[in-house]
T-cell receptor, first 107, second 119 residues
Framework: RKEVEQDPGPFNVPEGATVAFNCTYS??????FFWYRQDCRKEPKLLMS???SGNEDGRFTAQLNRASQYISLLIRDSKLSDSATYLC????????FGAGTRLTVKP | GAVVSQHPSWVICKSGTSVKIECRSL??????MFWYRQFPKQSLMLMAT?????????EQGVEKDKFLINHASLTLSTLTVTSAHPEDSSFYIC???????????????FGPGTRLTVL
């Protein structure tokens, strides 16, 4: 079983749509959780941290369920500029990346 | 935010040659840097953890004699791909942990990556 699993997609959605990504992790001792965004041929950039209480940053909402070892990312009112690959990242002693979920937002 | 640079951004070399990639933290000190490799449409795979002043810790399956890591200062780590072969062609990304940062626990900052093509 992979340490961090994501649905690779691709997700093709129209502008304004709401889209949700899911991620599961295998190490129950994992300490920190993040969503990163990676544009084609670029380095990953931190999108947001994920807390058990859930957190929201504008159109983005992240949730963590430690009992189910499950992380989610919700994007509301999708923009064309949201098109990217979204990486679920889990840390224990170091960062472990999911393979990423590709999102394409179309006009 | 913290800035990490990599040099070169891309390199093409002949099979059998060695290639050195530099990773620098520009505005913070990084006692720990990480080297990742990413093949097309795949996830970032951690290759090794580089600690300033000590030997790097390599992930299982990564040949330490092929991928030489040196972390001689708090702002510089280098990865040397020795005797490169076409199967080593990949996107190599470094990251550095800003341990003084209180913003996000364990946050790492990534360099822009180096695209290596071995002919």
């Amino acid at each position: 079983r992979k340490e961090v699993e994501q649905d690779p997609g691709p997700f093709n959605v129209p502008e304004g749509a709401t889209v949700a990504f899911n991620c599961t992790y295998s190490n129950s001792a994992s300490q920190s959780f993040f969503w990163y965004r990676q544009d084609c041929r670029k380095e990953p950039k931190l999108l947001m941290s994920v807390y058990s209480s859930g957190n929201e940053d504008g159109r983005f909402t992240a949730q963590l369920n430690r009992a189910s070892q499950y992380i989610s990312l919700l994007i509301r009112d999708s923009k064309l500029s949201d098109s990217a690959t979204y990486l679920c990242v889990v840390t224990y002693n170091d960062m472990r990346f999911g393979a990423g979920t590709r999102l394409t937002v179309k006009p | 935010g913290a800035v990490v640079s990599q040099h070169p951004s891309w390199v093409i070399c002949k099979s059998g040659t060695s290639v050195k990639i530099e990773c620098r933290s520009l505005d913070f000190q990084a006692t720990t840097m990480f080297w990742y490799r990413q093949f097309p449409k795949q996830s970032l795979m951690l290759m090794a953890t580089s600690n300033e002043g000590s030997k790097a810790t390599y992930e299982q399956g990564v040949e330490k004699d092929k991928f030489l890591i040196n972390h001689a200062s708090l702002t510089l780590s280098t990865l040397t791909v020795t005797s490169a072969h076409p199967e080593d062609s990949s996107f190599y990304i470094c990251s550095a942990r800003d341990q003084a940062s209180g913003r996000v626990y364990n946050e790492q900052f990534f360099g822009p990556g180096t695209r290596l093509t071995v002919l």
